[in-house]
């Protein structure tokens, strides 16, 4: 029998990374983007979105505790912008020092689709649910008009494209400034370390450093099923 396989191409390197599946779970056309969900032996339900690879139910961790490892263990209040899949919200909201987590989404269907296909992240004690509050909006319309005030932020969002490519833009992120209490963290989603350097990750350092953030630093992790198969954070400090 011949074997099904997803190819993601990533257009800058050439490349492609493919991900034998079993079955064809899901395909919808959002507001935003185009979802498609598929069943692997391996890797359990795989989310891509505009046919990127983005969740998985295994092997996921990779990206999740490298995100995790850097939000500082005195964080009370933390708001991430992207995240509607709740999978960086849930684990945090465990942690007994979190006292209240924002997820700032612009999709519903990413909420609901993973909900349905992603329920582990949404399976959570009454205590823990109580701490995080989805919120549907553009995550730049939602900094623009915030009054609270954050010890971390964490930027959980896709590349810089469509919707996505505000959330990489100095004014965003000068309102993720203010928005920060003094010493506040600020984590952001920056690609690979390998192909992405020129275009997302020394911009947004010359950016950041521009606004006024300190301890600038890029953190690598691997991450099988992304193009080059490591990705990356990048961390600033407001002072």
């Known amino acids: 029998m011949k ?5 993601e191409y990533d257009n800058l390197t050439g490349t492609s990374i493919g991900v034998e599946y079993e079955k064809y779970l899901h395909q919808s056309q959002s507001k935003y983007q185009y979802i498609e969900i598929i069943y692997s032996r391996n ?6 979105l505009d046919g990127c690879f983005m969740l998985s139910e295994k092997n996921q961790h ?36 979190v006292s209240s987590i924002e997820v700032v989404e612009i999709d519903v269907d990413i909420v609901n689709i993973s909900k349905k296909y992603f329920p582990k992240h949404f399976r959570l004690s009454s205590k823990s649910a109580d701490k995080i509050n989805i919120v549907i909006q553009d995550g730049m319309y939602y900094i623009k008009k915030c009054i609270k005030k954050f010890d971390c932020i964490v930027i959980d969002s896709t590349d810089p494209v469509d919707s996505s490519k505000v959330l990489f833009s100095e004014l965003f992120l000068e309102k993720c400034f203010k928005a920060l209490k003094s010493g506040g963290l600020l984590i952001q989603q920056s690609g690979s370390p390998i192909k992405d350097v020129d275009h997302i990750i020394n911009p947004l350092k010359k950016k950041y450093k521009s606004i006024g953030f300190r301890k600038v630093n890029l953190h690598c992790f691997p991450m099988p099923l992304y193009p080059t198969g490591t990705w990356s954070f990048l961390s600033a400090k407001r002072a």
């Open 43 to 48: 890797y359990g339900n795989v989310m891509y």
């Open 62 to 97: 990779y990206y999740h505790d490298a995100c995790i490892s850097l939000i500082p263990s005195s964080a009370k209040n933390l708001l991430v912008i992207g995240g509607g899949d709740n999978a960086i919200a849930s684990r945090l909201a465990t942690k007994k020092e």
């Open 3 to 7: 074997k099904k396989v997803y190819y």
